[in-house]
């Protein structure tokens, strides 16, 4: 216990500390901060999940200011080399009308690939539908209207999305934790699906296994075991076995989802 309350303490003192050198360097050009993603819905896991953050403006940013933010999670990581939870924010800043108009002419991304300059800026439907009913504003204005709640038809749009994805993509599985992740996005579109709603990872997980939404779930348990401590299970030669192996069993979840969209067409007719 003593572990998760100082892996929180030490997550939160990381936020903070991104806020305060988001408002220094901004110099008080921010309209407000928000989380959203893991972080809100207490399923952060260090060693698998990103903190999702996005900043808005009240007006453009400087070029001077443009090239410290790109950088801001290196720059902190070298101040702070034992901390792990700068690299591990994801995120946009952004000013808060074109945000609104969705035209954007200057947004600073930082993303898992690295960080980037971009003239668009599109959120996925999925973290849309997190801030707008879930996002926590954490600095400045915590007006909710800034955000478009996605419709039922978006929703399940972007599961079938998903769907189409794993079915291209995990086919064959590689030796990494995000392998079983897998797993984890098919339980939680499924409870999309039927509640029109989005829940973490971890918690999907636990309600496919509570009501046997696949008709074996030992892969799942598995998932949820290492979800909930990937860094007990990086590098392990047995799991990263069982992970390259994983494809076949995403693929029988699959279909799982698969019928699960089906008889949402059909009832949604």
């Known amino acids: 216990m003593a572990q998760i309350n100082n892996q929180k303490l030490s997550l939160n003192n990381s936020i903070n500390e991104i806020i305060k050198t988001l408002t220094s360097l901004l110099d008080e050009n921010i309209h407000s901060i928000w989380l959203y993603g893991s ?22 940013i400087t070029e001077i200011q443009t090239k410290h933010l790109l950088t801001l999670r290196q720059t902190l990581s070298e101040q702070y ?60 204005n915590t007006d909710r209207s800034i955000f478009t709640v996605p419709s039922r038809e978006e929703l399940v749009a972007a599961v079938r999305q998903h769907y189409q994805t794993i079915r291209k993509y995990a086919i064959q599985t590689i030796e990494s934790i995000y392998s079983c992740g897998w797993l984890l996005d098919i339980a939680r579109c499924i409870y999309t699906l039927r509640y029109n709603d989005i829940i973490s990872k971890t918690h999907a997980g636990e309600w496919a296994l509570n009501e046997h939404i696949f008709p074996v779930d030992d892969a799942l348990r598995k998932a949820l075991e290492i979800r909930r401590q990937p860094l007990e299970y990086k590098e392990r030669d047995d799991i990263n076995a069982w992970l390259s192996g994983l494809g076949e069993t995403v693929q029988r979840y699959a279909d799982v989802l698969e019928r699960e969209l089906n008889n949402t067409d059909s009832n949604e007719k």
């Open 39 to 60: 972080v809100v819905f207490n399923d952060f896991q260090s060693g698998w999940s990103d903190i999702d953050l996005i900043t808005f403006t009240n007006k453009p």
């Open 81 to 140: 080399p034992d901390n792990p939870y700068y690299r591990c924010f994801e995120g946009a800043i952004v000013n808060v009308q074109e945000y609104i108009s969705n035209s954007f002419t200057k947004v600073v991304y930082w993303g898992t690939s690295g960080q980037h300059i971009l003239d668009r800026y599109e959120i996925d439907v999925f973290s849309r539908y997190k801030l707008a009913l879930y996002g926590k504003s954490i600095c400045g």
